[in-house]
């Protein structure tokens, strides 16, 4: 590591964000270009170059460097794709197994849950919606729940609850938007 860069990671070391701002501008397009070619998926690329920076920035006061700020970041972009290309692997053959060994119709719904496989993935995704689902704010899934499951207007929903129509529809938003970054690592599986 050269002076400047020393001078630099102290000044990080020490909590200045404007030394980090620095280095953030100074490598994200480099470091977002090589996470692309490893991914080959832009908001991946995006997430592994986030991570890396946020872990760094984290750990700022407890890494000691042997190299560069540059060839630290680059390691830590690799290692997060390399995450994430062996969760996508594992994710697709987990979907070719169900694929195969699971009996759907057209639709691809499953019709027979003579398989463990299927028990096991319906109690995980059960489990993994209901934890999503305490974990919205108090109105929010109120109003989620009335929608969803008690099949209530969003009219209806507004009088019981004392709140306007717009309210409604947006705590319904807020919902579905939070489920999906919670979910996200199920998706597939519900689209089944």
């Known amino acids: 590591m050269n002076s400047l860069e020393s001078t630099i990671y102290e000044r990080i070391a020490n909590g200045d964000a404007i030394a980090f701002e620095y280095i953030f501008k100074t490598y994200y397009s480099y470091l977002l270009n090589y996470a692309r070619q490893i991914v080959k998926n832009a908001e991946m690329a995006e997430e592994a ?103 209530m207007s969003n009219e209806e929903i507004a009088a019981r609850l004392g709140i306007s129509v717009n309210t409604v529809r947006t705590q319904i938003s807020r919902a579905l938007t939070k489920l999906r970054i919670s979910l996200k690592d199920y998706l597939q599986f519900l689209i089944f």
Do not use: M
């Not at 920035?57 to 630290?72: A, C, F, H, P, V």
């Not at 305490?134 to 729940?145: A, E, I, Y």
């Open 49 to 151: 170059v986030e991570t890396a920076f946020i872990g760094f920035w984290e750990s700022r006061g407890t890494i000691r460097l042997n190299t560069s700020i540059k060839s630290y970041l680059f390691k830590s972009v690799y290692h997060n794709c390399l995450n994430y290309v062996k969760h996508k692997k594992v994710e697709e053959r987990y979907v070719l197994y169900f694929k195969h060994h699971i009996d759907t119709d057209d639709a691809g719904n499953i019709i027979s849950s003579n398989y463990p496989l299927s028990t096991l993935i319906e109690k995980e995704i059960n489990h993994a919606f209901e934890e999503a689902i305490s974990k919205l704010p108090s109105q929010c899934r109120d109003v989620f729940l009335k929608s969803r499951f008690d099949g």
